[in-house]
């Protein structure tokens, strides 16, 4: 079955440090996000690729990398100059126009 | 004011009752409308799409009112496992497909 895979799906790491959540789809969408999700909040969009090797901020991107070097993969790196990291990451795909989002499973980050 | 905004909540209702949600969204530029489901800390999933002239799936409907912007969704029948955050979804579509909006979503629980 086609889908997106997160992983981990837990993730602890100290103050300071930088971690990279990855994400994989086989739907073979162009297009992937990243959104952060804080309890009782909407999705807000971090990152988002439309293909390979291209790449936009969203609304909350600073503290925050990316890169898109296959169109299966969207990593997203979460930099020490974040400063309110713990939150729950949601990777995303879609086609293009008119479709919606799928998500991956997410990863659970929490940063001491 | 939010793109998208939703009645957080909570509709508590017994089973086999009818429960209802909307939805506003303030771009009238908007062209694809969706119904997310979201568990407790698990990723949302796609309910169903809503199309123009209203559409149905089971016990669930979904309607959309472009002249006063808002989008609805309709449980008849509701299970236990019905009780989930929904959510509502908007995109812009065209060259702004990219571009989604989401409702903080709509707390259900379905009570013996």
């Known amino acids: 079955d086609g889908g997106i895979t997160q992983s981990p799906k837990y993730l602890f790491r100290k103050e300071g440090q930088n971690v990279t959540l990855s994400c994989e789809q086989n739907l073979n969408h162009d297009a992937m996000y990243w959104y952060r999700q804080d309890p009782g909040q909407g999705l807000r969009l971090i990152y988002y690729s439309q293909i390979v090797n291209d790449f936009q901020k969203g609304d909350i991107a600073e503290g925050y990398s990316v890169s898109r070097e296959k169109k299966e993969s969207f990593p997203l790196t979460v930099t020490s100059a974040q400063k309110n990291p713990t939150a729950f990451y949601l990777c995303?795909?879609?086609?293009?126009?008119?479709?919606?989002?799928?998500f991956g499973n997410g990863t659970r980050l929490t940063v001491t | 004011r939010k793109e998208v905004e939703q009645d957080p909540g909570p509709f508590n209702v017994p089973e086999g009752a009818t429960v209802a949600f909307n939805c506003t969204y303030s771009?009238?530029?908007?062209?694809?409308f969706f119904w997310y489901r979201q568990d407790c800390r698990k990723e949302p999933k796609l309910l169903m799409s809503v199309y123009s002239s209203g559409n149905e799936d089971g016990r669930f409907t979904a309607q959309l009112n472009r002249a006063s912007q808002y989008i609805s969704l309709l449980i008849r029948d509701s299970k236990l496992s019905d009780s989930a955050t929904y959510l509502c979804?908007?995109?812009?579509?065209?060259?702004?497909?990219?571009?989604?909006?989401f409702g903080s979503g709509t707390k259900l629980n379905v009570k013996p």
């Open positions: 995303a795909s879609s086609r293009t126009t008119n479709s919606p989002l799928h």
């Open positions: 771009n009238s530029a908007s062209q694809s």
């Open positions: 979804v908007v995109n812009l579509g065209g060259s702004n497909f990219n571009k989604f909006y």
